[in-house]
């Protein structure tokens, strides 16, 4: 099992920054592939960025040269750093760990954090 607490969310400008946190237990985190994907009202959920146990990134074009993704394995933490931030980057942003175990790829979710670009 794993437990995730995201943080970080608000109201920002377009042009703006933030850094979302998301913190996990339960685990051993550090062998645990983690991830964001966001929902913006009416959508699909999509894939922001994901972060393998050795470091590897992937980002979607929509928020690649934006977006990055890094994980503290010492305090067992995940974070999505945001910048040059637009309004349709507004959703609710989750935090995902994708644990395998053998042949089993197990799927855990934060509760969503919300952000919202807006002047």
């Known amino acids: 099992q794993v437990q995730l607490v995201e943080s970080g969310g608000g109201l920002v400008q377009p042009g703006g920054s933030l850094r979302l946190s998301c913190a996990a237990s339960?685990?051993?985190?550090?062998?645990?592939?983690m991830g964001w994907y966001r929902q913006g009202s009416g959508k699909e959920r999509e894939l922001v960025a994901t972060i393998t146990s050795g470091g590897r990134t992937n980002y979607p074009d929509s928020v690649k040269g934006r977006f990055t993704i890094s994980r503290d394995n010492a305090k067992n933490t995940v974070y999505l750093q945001m910048n040059s931030l637009k309004p349709e980057d507004t959703a609710v942003y989750y935090c995902n760990a994708a644990q395998k175990i053998f042949t089993t790829v197990y799927n855990y979710w934060g509760q969503g954090t919300q952000v919202t670009v807006s002047s």
């Open positions: 339960g685990s051993i985190f550090s062998s645990i592939a």
